[in-house]
């Protein structure tokens, strides 16, 4: 009996070629290491406090009163950064990154902010695959919520 030699099956889509090696293997190099599972008890690992929203309306981070009826709050520059650092201290892996700096546009964009989504990061050592997810997701989410006054 002929039986059929025997061949490794590539596990690809039908229709992917060797684009598709070439992205799975580009992504798993890109992929950040995992960190330990080892709890670390130091003093600079403390949780913040939460903020505190100014009006009496509404004391909660994302939605004041404001919000609710289509407008967006006017907050001070150093207010905005620190919602923005904490916000992205939020996300895995981003606990030591902070929001330095960012830009007032002219006139406010099409969507009604006025401050670019060109932010300067301090990123302290976090790689760039880290922190480019919570950057994009954190400061879409603040443009379409916060101005600067």
Same mark, same amino acid.
């Given at each position: 009996?002929?039986?059929?030699?025997?061949?490794?099956?590539?596990h690809?889509?039908?229709?992917?070629?060797?684009?598709?090696?070439?992205?799975?293997?580009?992504?798993?190099?890109?992929?950040?290491?995992?960190?330990? %599972?080892?709890?670390?008890?130091?003093?600079?690992?403390?949780?913040a406090?939460?903020?505190?929203?100014?009006?009496?309306?509404?004391?909660?981070?994302?939605?004041?009163?404001?919000?609710?009826?289509?407008?967006?709050?006017?907050?001070?520059?150093?207010?905005?950064?620190?919602?923005?650092?904490?916000?992205?201290?939020? %996300?895995e892996? %981003?606990?030591?990154?902070?929001?330095?700096?960012?830009?007032?546009?002219?006139?406010?964009?099409?969507?009604? %902010?006025?401050?670019?989504?060109?932010?300067?990061?301090?990123?302290?050592?976090?790689?760039?695959?880290?922190y480019?997810?919570?950057?994009?997701?954190v400061?879409?989410?603040?443009?379409?919520?916060w101005?600067?006054?």
């Open positions: 009996m002929h039986y059929p030699r025997y061949k490794p099956v590539k690809r889509p039908p229709g992917a070629g060797a684009f598709f090696d070439y992205v799975k293997d580009a992504l798993l190099r890109a992929a950040p290491t995992p960190r330990s %599972c080892r709890l670390d008890r130091r003093s600079r690992y403390t949780a406090p939460p903020l505190r929203a100014e009006g009496a309306q509404g004391d909660g981070l994302f939605f004041d009163a404001g919000e609710i009826s289509g407008e967006r709050p006017a907050l001070a520059m150093d207010d905005l950064l620190v919602r923005l650092t904490r916000l992205m201290q939020s %996300c892996g %981003c606990e030591s990154v902070a929001v330095a700096e960012l830009t007032r546009l002219d006139a406010p964009d099409p969507a009604g %902010c006025n401050w670019s989504t060109s932010v300067v990061l301090a990123p302290a050592g976090v790689a760039p695959e880290v480019t997810l919570a950057y994009a997701s400061v879409f989410m603040a443009r379409s919520s101005n600067l006054a």
